[in-house]
Every structure is written in structure tokens, then in C-alpha cells.
């Protein structure tokens, strides 16, 4: 097969303890799925859930031992994080039950949802899209996947993200509003879940702005940590 340019590399993240890396297909975000922070976001109570998309080639890799580098995008004044488990789904499906769900799960992993706050509002109140907002190159930072057999109890480790070594978000995936297995259950109501696809699965409470220069360190309990810095 030929085509009329030469299609870009396969998105991948590396797997803990493996050569093979996960392909990523797709990414998908919940939003305002932890109480607190839907409070901050102007929101209360258990509503159903809800998902926005990002391309594959927002991926940036934080890899162990290394400072990955996070361009700071063009069009914003408010730069914001937000650290989020990801789900790696390893098998395919449509209309997954909750019970289920972990049949499906390849493994788990510590990313960011980078978001440019400003317009995303900015769209909010105009009832438009807010693509504008998410789904802008580099957004989607990630670090490498541990698989399930590796990963511990997910549905109770603690999440947190420090900026220049000071607390900005801290709590516990207990307090997600939909888990894990729930919200693979919404989703794929919607989308024909595909290997290779990632779920970012909602932030805690404290999200800010961060500026060039700043260093931000995010980790999962069990998934390890990433680092990166605003450049």
C-alpha cells in the first residue's frame, strides 16, 4: 500500500518490565468525577458522567529518572493541572458491564489532563466546543504503564501532584465519583472500547495555573511518579 506522504509513527507508551510497548489509539477524559473538584469547577452531587476526547499526538512521555519537557501553549494566560489515573485497555468491547470491566483493563498509569483554562471558559459560555481547551498538542502527558498484575489496589491509592515541591492537588481514588469499572461501563454505552485505548479518569480538587519554569512532580500510589517542567 502507498500513500501521498509517509504516515506518522505509532503513538506508544513504554510497559513497566516489558520490551513491548502500548500502542495508544485513542483518549478519552472524565470530567468533574471527583466531589471536590466539581465543587471547585461550579458543580455538585453525583450527575452522570460525562467524556471529552484527545488525539493520540497530545502524548507526551515522562519517563522514570528523566524531567520531560512541557511546551507552554500558544493562546493562553491560564496554564492549569490536572493529575489523573490512567486506565489502559488491553481488550475490546461495547456495553461492558461494571462487573465485568477488568477484563478489559491492560494496566494502569500517572498522567496529566493539561488544560488552557481560559478558553476552555471562554467556550463554555458561548456553548461551543471546548476542544480548544484539552485537546492542544502536548496536553496529555503520561507516565509508563504498569500492567493490572503489577499495579496493587487502584481503587484506594493515594493521587498527588506538587509544583516546585508544594502540594497543589492531594487525595485518594476512593473518592472518585464514578470508578474505574463504572466508568467503563458508561464509556463503552457510548464508543466500542479498542485495545489501545486510554482513560483519563478525572482530578481531585486544587487545580491552579502553572507558568514556564515550574516543575511539576505527579505520582500514583503503586504507578510510580513523573516529573516534568513548564518550558
Known sequence: ??????????????????????????IYCVGRNYV???????FTGREPPFFFIKPANTVVLALPGETAQLPYPTLTQDYQHEIEMVVAIGKGGKNIKAADAHKHIFGYAVGL??????LQGDMKKQGR??????AFDHSSPIGPIT?????????????????NGQ???????????????ETIEHLSTAWELQPGDLIYSGTPEGVKAVVKGNVLVGCVAG???IRLQVV
Open 113 to 118: 489532563d493539561m488544560t488552557r483554562r481560559d
Open 223 to 225: 504507578l510510580g511518579e
Open 147 to 163: 500492567p493490572v498484575e503489577q499495579a496493587g489496589d487502584v481503587n484506594h491509592a493515594e493521587i498527588w501532584l506538587q509544583v
Open 129 to 134: 466546543p471546548w476542544c480548544i481547551g484539552k
Open 1 to 26: 500500500m502507498s500513500f501521498v506522504f509517509n504516515p506518522p509513527e505509532t503513538v506508544s507508551v513504554p510497559v513497566v518490565g516489558r520490551a513491548e510497548r502500548f500502542p495508544v489509539q485513542r
Open 36 to 42: 471536590e473538584h466539581a465543587k471547585e469547577m461550579g
Open 167 to 181: 502540594d497543589r492537588q492531594r487525595s485518594d481514588l476512593s473518592k472518585l465519583i464514578w470508578n474505574v469499572a
